[in-house]
């Protein structure tokens, strides 16, 4: 399929999990791929190689999103790589265990400004090249089923997951005159290295499939399928809501 042709996308957080499904997916369905991460390593590597094997072009940028320099110059460099971006997929981001009491400044700033801020101030410098350019835009921003669902011992995450639930709310409604779209993906368990420990602890992971209806975790690929779907113009009228990945576990109720 080449529904993403001649267009470009910006992956952020693209080296591995989730974030690297969605650029290999994108680039699939016949986009360019911008790939981001903290530093480039073999992995990045490994999909500029796969995705030019596509037919497809790629190229990495190294950039640590949580710090508004570093993002707002991110996305201007994603821009010059090949003269113009069309697609923003805002998928880093990190998450905390701790009790809430212990939580220090350090670790809130952590968590938020990676989920949130880092968001805020990207999706700004895409909306201003938008406008200056008269373009159009689409922004898929990687939420969590968290940001409906409680998760004690991650209260940062659930803030940042829930402030991006209004955030995407709040701007679908102020830049759908310009022609820009803005919605959130919610994935549910996936099968990434952000869920490593509840993967490799049998009783942890026993605990997490009882709540999911289809008694299983997702892939990567599940997820990226669902973006490339808000990304196309399939979904030319859709905007300001979230789309869950979940195997049915948000709004899972069972009688014992
Ligand atoms: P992951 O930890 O496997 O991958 C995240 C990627 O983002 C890594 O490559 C990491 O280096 C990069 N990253 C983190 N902070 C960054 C920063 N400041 N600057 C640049 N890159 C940064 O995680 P996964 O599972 O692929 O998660 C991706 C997104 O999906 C996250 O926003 C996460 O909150 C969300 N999500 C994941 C779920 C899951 O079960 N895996 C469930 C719900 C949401």
Same mark, same amino acid.
């Given at each position: *399929?080449?529904?993403?042709?001649?267009?470009?996308?910006?992956?952020?957080? #693209? #080296?591995?999990?989730?974030?690297?499904? =969605?650029?290999l997916r994108l680039a699939a369905d016949g986009a360019d791929i911008i790939l981001n991460g903290r530093k480039l390593d073999e992995r990045g590597e490994d999909l500029i190689k796969q995705?030019?094997?596509m037919g497809r072009r790629a190229h990495f940028l190294a950039a640590d999103v949580s710090h508004m320099h570093n993002v707002v110059n991110l996305v201007r460099d994603a821009i010059a790589v090949y003269g113009e971006l069309d697609i923003l997929v805002n998928n880093a981001g990190v998450e905390k265990n701790k009790d809430f009491w212990d939580v220090t400044e350090e670790e809130y700033d952590f968590v938020m400004d990676t989920n949130l801020k880092g968001i805020f101030f990207g999706i700004q410098t895409f909306v201003k090249y =938008? *406008? #200056?350019n008269k373009r159009g835009?689409?922004?898929?921003? *990687? #939420?969590?089923?968290?940001?409906?669902?409680?998760?004690?011992?991650?209260?940062?995450y659930c803030a940042s997951k829930g402030g991006l639930k209004m955030l995407t709310r709040n701007l679908a409604t102020e830049l759908a005159h310009l022609n820009i779209r803005v919605n959130n993906v919610a994935p549910g368990a996936i099968a990434t290295p952000i869920n490593k420990k509840l993967m490799d602890t049998p009783?942890?992971?026993e605990n997490v499939l009882d709540n999911i209806p289809m008694k299983k975790m997702g892939k990567p690929e599940d997820v990226a399928a669902l973006v490339a779907f808000l990304a196309s113009d399939d979904a030319k009228y859709v905007t300001g809501s979230t789309y869950f990945v979940d195997g049915g576990l948000t709004y899972h109720y069972e009688e014992q």
């Amino acid at each position: *399929m080449n529904r993403f042709e001649n267009k470009i996308a910006l992956v952020t957080g #693209s #080296s591995q999990g989730i974030g690297a499904a =969605c650029a290999l997916r994108l680039a699939a369905d016949g986009a360019d791929i911008i790939l981001n991460g903290r530093k480039l390593d073999e992995r990045g590597e490994d999909l500029i190689k796969q995705i030019t094997a596509m037919g497809r072009r790629a190229h990495f940028l190294a950039a640590d999103v949580s710090h508004m320099h570093n993002v707002v110059n991110l996305v201007r460099d994603a821009i010059a790589v090949y003269g113009e971006l069309d697609i923003l997929v805002n998928n880093a981001g990190v998450e905390k265990n701790k009790d809430f009491w212990d939580v220090t400044e350090e670790e809130y700033d952590f968590v938020m400004d990676t989920n949130l801020k880092g968001i805020f101030f990207g999706i700004q410098t895409f909306v201003k090249y =938008c *406008m #200056s350019n008269k373009r159009g835009g689409v922004i898929i921003n *990687m #939420s969590s089923v968290h940001e409906e669902i409680v998760f004690p011992h991650f209260a940062a995450y659930c803030a940042s997951k829930g402030g991006l639930k209004m955030l995407t709310r709040n701007l679908a409604t102020e830049l759908a005159h310009l022609n820009i779209r803005v919605n959130n993906v919610a994935p549910g368990a996936i099968a990434t290295p952000i869920n490593k420990k509840l993967m490799d602890t049998p009783e942890l992971l026993e605990n997490v499939l009882d709540n999911i209806p289809m008694k299983k975790m997702g892939k990567p690929e599940d997820v990226a399928a669902l973006v490339a779907f808000l990304a196309s113009d399939d979904a030319k009228y859709v905007t300001g809501s979230t789309y869950f990945v979940d195997g049915g576990l948000t709004y899972h109720y069972e009688e014992q």
